[in-house]
């Protein structure tokens, strides 16, 4: 019978949709056979990969020194030189969709060197997200979770060339039961979303896809310097939680609270002082101490 983790039970395995679960999960080399067997059910038959290599999260805009930096979740490319980037999203954010065009357009872009051309390989963003899609059309995308967009031709549909593809997989509204996880990827929309809350490996999960997904995911498996930075992540974690909560009291605009939360907790942690920090943010120097004070 599968169990569910609760609150007098130790966590067994990482939450996906924390960052500090997505980190050790895709974040680990070792894990490369696992992080394929996701991205593939995401992609068409004809883009299914094989083999993989990771590429730097932090990339460099176009002008250094005047170009902002892209910080990636998790990006590698493909023996065909296609690349692929997997974000998660669990915070509300304006302007999240524009970031990922953002994101994607720049990887692609990078991929231009002078004097080649523009065969240029496509790039395919996956989304993992763990807040709703406000879709103009919601009863369309009721049972649906898999959205895509691409650029097509408006009137037939016609795709000249493969370019860029923003794929969303919407954990969210994912409520699907184990015994309506019909398919592969409902299984894999499943484990996504619900693999933190698990005691132990279904039994309707059992074939080698999956128990290599838990192995990778079980916090007792890590080394020591894994198992060190996981819990630093998940402790930076819950006081990035306790700040947006304190910035929400204070009135900050959702789109506002995560950026400037998570940049306020980098500032202090490279040494800066709350008035350092209170001009280069432009917060007021009482925000500023309340919400370094809102650690949970």
């Known amino acids: ?12 395995y990482v ?9 050790a999960l895709f974040g680990d080399e070792a894990n490369k056979d696992v992080v394929m067997s996701v991205i593939n059910e995401f992609l068409p038959e004809h883009r299914q990969v094989r083999t993989i290599e990771y590429l730097p999260t932090e990339q460099q805009g176009p002008v250094i020194s005047v170009s902002k930096e892209y910080h990636y979740d998790f990006m590698c490319r493909d023996r065909s030189g296609s690349v692929f980037i997997v974000e998660m999203q669990c915070y509300s954010e304006l302007g999240w969709f ?7 357009s720049r990887a692609y872009d990078r991929q231009v060197r002078r004097g080649d051309g523009y065969d240029i ?8 997200m763990g807040v709703p899609i406000e879709h103009h059309n919601a009863e369309y995308w009721r049972n649906r979770y898999i959205s895509e967009y691409t650029f097509r031709e408006k009137s037939c549909g016609e795709l000249l060339a493969e370019t860029i593809f923003i794929i ?3 954990l969210a509204g994912f409520d699907k039961r184990r015994e ?3 398919t592969e ?15 132990e490996r279904p039994q309707w999960l059992q074939n080698e896809v999956y128990e290599r997904f838990f192995r990778a995911c079980e916090i007792c498996a890590f080394n020591e310097d894994k198992r060190i930075e996981y819990e630093k992540d998940m402790n930076d974690e819950r006081r990035l939680n306790g700040m947006l909560r304190a910035s929400r009291e204070e009135g900050l605009e959702e789109g506002q609270l ?9 500032m202090y942690s490279k040494g800066m002082s709350e008035d350092e920090i209170s001009s280069l943010l432009d917060m007021p120097l009482e925000m500023v101490k309340k919400l370094l004070a809102s650690d949970v």
């Not at 524009?98 to 994607?104: F, G, K, L, P």
């Not at 894999?188 to 005691?199: D, I, Q, S």
């Not at 995560?258 to 980098?266: D, F, H, V, Y």
């Open 180 to 182: 309506e996880c019909q």
């Open 168 to 170: 969303f997989a919407e």
């Open 15 to 23: 939450d996906i949709l924390t960052n500090a679960g997505f980190k």
């Open 121 to 128: 390989a496509p790039v395919y963003l996956i989304g993992l």
């Open 258 to 266: 995560q950026g400037k939360a998570e940049l306020l907790l980098k």
């Open 98 to 104: 524009q970031r990922c065009v953002s994101y994607a």
């Open 185 to 199: 990827q409902d299984r894999m929309l499943y484990l996504l979303k619900n693999v933190g809350r698990l005691n």
């Open 1 to 12: 019978m599968e169990n569910n983790a609760n609150e007098n039970v130790a966590q067994r």
